[in-house]
């Protein structure tokens, strides 16, 4: 029961991030509805439901869980985010360290993404 609890909890909080993520430019959809999809699989099998029927999102939770597929839409802007990211941090006061850690660590997880196969082409 208790397990049940946590994972409703990791699905609304991933969902209201998702929400939010909706509104706020930066902040990504697909990435928290995705976690919210997975929870709620694990714990709340009518919101894993919902998602899955959603219009809109539904058919990218089953592309990505069936070919782990990224609409290239998704991989352009993810792309243009994550440049906007190393820019900002180098212009604004940061510490060294995480600007360097940045520089590095986004640019594979572009590579990483963009490895990905792209939804239309499926």
């Known amino acids: 029961m208790l397990m049940k609890w946590i994972w409703r909890s990791v699905a609304s909080l991933a969902l209201g991030l998702?929400?939010?993520?909706?509104?706020?430019?930066?902040?990504?959809?697909?990435?928290?509805?995705?976690?919210?999809?997975?929870?709620g699989a694990r714990g709340w099998p009518?919101?894993?439901?919902?998602l899955l029927t959603h219009p809109k999102y539904g058919p990218l939770i089953h592309?990505?869980?069936?070919?782990?597929?990224?609409p290239r839409r998704a991989k352009w802007l993810a792309s243009a985010l994550?440049?906007?990211?190393?820019?900002?941090?180098?212009l604004l006061p940061a510490p060294m360290?995480?600007?360097?850690?940045?520089?590095?660590?986004?640019?594979?997880?572009?590579?990483?993404?963009?490895?990905r196969p792209e939804s239309d082409q499926i």
């Open 18 to 39: 998702g929400a939010l993520g909706v509104l706020l430019p930066g902040l990504p959809t697909t990435p928290f509805l995705l976690l919210a999809a997975w929870a």
């Open 82 to 90: 994550m440049l906007s990211s190393i820019v900002m941090i180098w």
């Open 97 to 115: 360290l995480l600007r360097w850690f940045l520089s590095l660590f986004l640019p594979c997880v572009a590579l990483w993404l963009w490895a």
């Open 46 to 50: 009518e919101l894993e439901q919902r």
């Open 63 to 70: 592309d990505w869980r069936e070919h782990r597929a990224v």
